[in-house]
């Protein structure tokens, strides 16, 4: 299909009845921001300084945090722009590519947490393999695995939704642009395309899903045969912070492409607990459980003097 645009720019209306809140809501959106900058940020420095961390799992955790780091900045620095007082306007080059990279981070993000819950699988089920499955190589490949995939789930989204012609109204009435939101303003028959991208959007994260419940179900198996009740707790704890920090991904990711009635304020209330509230949490959820972490945390933040006295 030929696109016949005559729209060189769009118009972010911003979140749905929020008007006159623009002050709480750009102070209260900044200061998640900078958290999520600075914990993600903490969290490299504290893998990349330690030699202890060098192992499959913070190498993977370490990507975890960059992606963390470049999601929010997808959509946050032009709401903050607009929340400030100033221009709306997005030009059709910047929503595509808005578009294109929240989805290639968030697809990427998905299929990282699955690879994350198959390196549990490895040091669990198969812990005198667990060196020789999570190679280094290993760990190279299906780093750029992620990436890749998630790179081509995006183009085929992103190609999907921009193939359609934009004649008329460029009102977008959403904080940024997505597909749901970009799809009621093409002038032509979207039914098909609405369809295709459901299953496109549903089959990936539920692919994901079961591979992770896969991977889980034999932990679980594996944790259940240790006869230490020290041993299981310890298994049960490397676990835990992975497990929360997949509820958090996946739940607004069906609360809002799944449901077959959307409701614009609530998609806008879960796509921000998506994109700055889940970022800025994942820190805290893979350090405060985890002694290691923690210590190199406070190596960094002794070394750039944020705090007293000796370690």
């Known amino acids: 299909m030929r696109n016949f645009s005559v729209v060189s720019e769009f118009i972010l209306l911003g979140i749905p009845h929020t008007e006159g809140l623009e002050t709480i809501l750009l102070v209260l959106f900044l200061s998640f921001y900078i958290f999520t900058l600075m914990g993600n940020l903490l ?5 990349v300084s330690s030699a202890r961390l060098h192992t499959p799992m913070y190498f993977f955790l370490c990507k ?6 470049f999601f929010p900045s997808v959509s946050s620095p032009k709401m903050l722009c607009y929340l400030s007082g100033n221009s709306r306007a997005i030009s059709y080059a910047g929503c595509a590519s808005q578009l294109f990279f929240y989805h290639f981070l968030g697809c990427t993000e998905c299929f990282l947490y699955t690879v994350m819950a198959y390196d549990r699988f ?13 190679s280094h190589r290993a760990c190279i490949i299906l780093a750029m695995g992620t990436s890749f995939f998630g790179c081509i789930q995006a183009t085929f989204l992103t190609t999907l939704t921009f193939q359609l012609p934009y004649c008329g109204p460029n009102e977008v009435d959403y904080y940024f642009c997505d597909i749901p939101v970009m799809l009621k303003l093409a002038c032509a028959d979207t039914s098909a395309l609405e369809m295709v991208g459901f299953i496109s959007v549903g089959l990936m994260p539920l692919s994901c899903f079961l591979l992770i419940l896969t991977s ?18 310890r298994a049960f704890s490397t676990c835990s912070a992975h497990l929360t920090a997949i509820l958090l991904f996946y739940m607004p990711v069906v609360l809002i492409y799944l449901r077959p009635t959307p409701s614009p304020w ?5 796509q921000i607990l998506n994109n700055l509230v889940t970022p800025m949490l994942n ?12 210590l190199s945390l ?10 007293p006295g000796q370690l």
């Open 64 to 69: 975890l945090s960059v992606f963390d780091i």
């Open 298 to 307: 406070r190596k960094v933040l002794y070394q750039l003097g944020f705090l």
């Open 266 to 270: 609530l998609d806008a209330t879960v």
């Open 216 to 233: 889980y179900s034999g932990i679980v198996f594996s944790i259940l045969q240790i006869r230490s009740a020290e041993g299981r707790r």
């Open 43 to 47: 969290i490299l420095l504290a893998i």
């Open 283 to 294: 820190p805290l959820i893979y350090s405060l459980r985890n002694k290691e972490v923690k």
């Open 122 to 134: 490895a040091a669990i089920c198969h812990p005198l393999r667990y060196t020789i499955i999570m």
